[in-house]
């Protein structure tokens, strides 16, 4: 038979999804869809800053966050950079519930105590458990996500100001590990240090437009390499070990995790940590904490003599 379509049919939008069983396929577009086209941006943009008018008259602030990240990443596509970054500054504003953010969050914290232990520089405070009372599991992911984007997209050419991001992503990204008390606080003992458990009871990634886990990791992972290049080599540490966790134990992905490993070993070799950058490489060499290659349900396979 020959297949034909209707082109002067146009397709009705009923308030009930359709039912595929009994769909005829006439119309082109039941069959295929077309991609937004890039002179719809405008729109779509424009119906963004709608919706976050919205969210702040309902005092939706959560959702406002979410829809003012997801806007930025949407004008750095477009290449207006300076509107996604005055978009992302927003969001940490909101975040915070303080303004301007990405140069006052050094005053967050300031009635803690200075860190004791000799691995840490002298003034350096704890900021990451007060962020995590103050803002939450959410508003710490989130806004660590956006520090993280705003230093890798926005502050390309200030190095100061992109460190300066990647501290404050660094530090609410360690909030994640204040969450049990199970995991040390000093950046130090992290060397040696797997998280096996993190948010016992949460589904930290059951709402991709709140977290998604590919987002997450990559933010995480430029952090990291950022903060090496800087020479901040204490606090990556603990990110490494959250870096470990997501990559290993949630997402089974072998590579990222062998990834991963190999460049704690070059942190700790920075650090003059050698006992423990020998046992990490011998963890490798034995093949020990390695996430799984074969998926969950499947059996392997004998090895045919």
């Not at 750095?76 to 915070?96: P, V």
């Not at 240090?193 to 987002?215: H, M, N, V, W």
């Not at 606090?235 to 089974?252: G, N």
Request: aromatic share 12%; charged share 20%; proline share 4%.
């Amino acid at each position: 038979g020959k297949v034909e379509f209707c082109l002067g049919t146009e397709e009705m939008h009923m308030s009930t999804p359709p039912d595929l069983s009994q769909e005829h396929f006439r119309v082109f577009s039941s069959v295929e869809k077309s991609k937004l086209p890039y002179s719809q941006l405008g729109l779509v943009i424009s119906s963004y800053h709608q919706t976050i008018d919205i969210l702040q008259a309902s005092n939706q602030r959560s959702l406002k966050v979410q829809a003012l990240h997801s806007l930025g990443s949407l004008l750095i596509f477009t290449k207006k950079k300076r509107a996604a970054f005055k978009c992302w500054s927003q969001a940490l504003d909101d975040i915070f519930g303080k303004q301007d953010v990405l140069h006052t969050w050094r005053e967050f914290g300031m009635s803690l105590p200075s860190a004791t232990n000799s691995f840490s520089p002298p003034g350096f405070k704890d900021y990451s458990e007060e962020f995590l009372s103050k803002l939450g599991i959410w508003g710490c992911l989130q806004g660590a996500v956006i520090s993280a984007k705003i230093a890798q997209f926005i502050k390309t050419l200030n190095v100061k100001k992109r460190t300066n991001c990647c501290v404050l992503s660094a530090l609410l990204f360690q909030s994640l590990l204040r969450t049990t008390l199970p995991n040390p606080k000093a950046e130090h003992s992290y060397a040696q240090y797997e998280i096996t458990q993190l948010l016992p009871g949460i589904e930290l990634f059951s709402d991709k437009y709140r977290a998604d886990i590919c987002t997450v990791i990559a933010s995480l992972y430029y952090i990291i390499r950022e903060l090496h290049y800087a020479k901040h080599n204490l606090i990556v540490l603990p990110l490494l070990a959250l870096y470990q966790y997501f990559v290993s134990v949630i997402c089974q992905d072998l590579v990222r995790n062998l990834e991963a490993r190999i460049l704690k070993i070059e942190i700790l070799i920075d650090l003059g940590f050698f006992s423990e950058a020998f046992y990490e490489l011998s963890q490798i060499f034995y093949g020990k904490n390695m996430p799984c290659s074969i998926p969950a349900g499947y059996k392997a396979t004998a090895n045919i003599k």
